[in-house]
């Protein structure tokens, strides 16, 4: 099994920043690709922002330009720096991984996040 652990959200207001974290355990040989997603109240989730295990980005367009995905491979962490935040931005935060977990195996497990909070408000 795996485990992915989210971190960094909170209360901010219009204009801040966050970065959030998300640190996998577990079962891991390699991870591929990182996601991130929101859902605010009421509304469907949505994909934010993904990284592959190579290192193409690719973000909504809500958020291009404000928000950057990163990962360190070494520590099985993700990132996600969120600048100029608003209003709109306020949702819950998932990560999402695809991970590989025996050596030779190309199977991919998806494993979510508990999800943190992130509120953006004056």
């Known amino acids: 099994q795996v485990q992915l652990v989210e971190s960094g959200g909170g209360v901010v207001q219009p204009g801040g920043s966050l970065r959030l974290s998300c640190a996998a355990s577990?079962?891991?040989?390699?991870?591929?690709?990182m996601g991130w997603y929101r859902q605010a109240p009421g509304e469907e989730r949505e994909l934010v922002a993904v990284i592959s295990s190579g290192g193409t980005t690719n973000y909504a367009d809500s958020v291009k330009g404000r928000f950057t995905i990163s990962r360190d491979n070494a520590k099985n962490t993700g990132y996600l720096q969120m600048n100029s935040l608003k209003p709109q931005d306020t949702a819950v935060y998932y990560c999402?991984?695809?991970?590989?977990?025996?050596?030779?195996?190309?199977?991919?497990?998806?494993?979510w996040g508990q999800g943190t909070q992130v509120t953006v408000s004056s």
């Open positions: 577990g079962s891991i040989f390699s991870i591929n690709a």
């Open positions: 999402n991984e695809a991970v590989i977990q025996v050596p030779g195996s190309t199977t991919l497990y998806w494993y």
